[in-house]
């Protein structure tokens, strides 16, 4: 797998990883919540394969790296924002984030907070926390985002 490529792994896939040189792997596991007769696929992919997807009402260039559809019980997207741009909406959401600033740097409010944040910071967002990012400096910010999608939260 090269840079910027990943794999989706579903349920009791048996797997092993061997890599010949130093690499960095983000790793997101979750148990599975089946529902129905869904079943996920396998996925191998590349980011930059992925199709720009519309963001009403938002600034920011999105892509999503799995299927939307009900068998996948999360996503992740990758979030590239220009310097000085930022979210319009300050989000409110039962889904919970992981998110891995890969490129540039910015500030990230979480409810009455503001962080500084750069390149390798991780944040842990919950359920209903209000969030907003701005982006800074000269580069453009990029982030990957856990979100879990398509079950009842309860
Ligand atoms: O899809 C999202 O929830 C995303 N826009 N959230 C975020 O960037 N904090
Ligand atoms: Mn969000």
Known sequence: MAVDSYAYLPPNFEHSIACDSSATLIVF?????Y????????????????PLLE???EVFELRKLLPTSLAYDFNIHIMDFQPGE????????YNQHGLLLLEGQGIYRL???W??????DVIWMAPFVPQW????GKTRSRYLLYKDVNRNPL
């Not at 596991?29 to 919540?33: K, M, S």
């Open 29 to 33: 596991e979750r148990r599975y919540a």
């Open 35 to 50: 529902l129905n007769d869904h079943k996920p696929e396998e996925i191998v992919g590349s980011t930059d394969k992925q």
């Open 55 to 57: 963001t009403p009402g």
């Open 86 to 93: 930022y979210l319009n909406v300050k989000e409110v959401h």
């Open 111 to 113: 409810g009455e907070s």
């Open 115 to 120: 962080y500084p944040v750069q390149a390798g």
């Open 133 to 136: 990012y701005a982006a800074l």
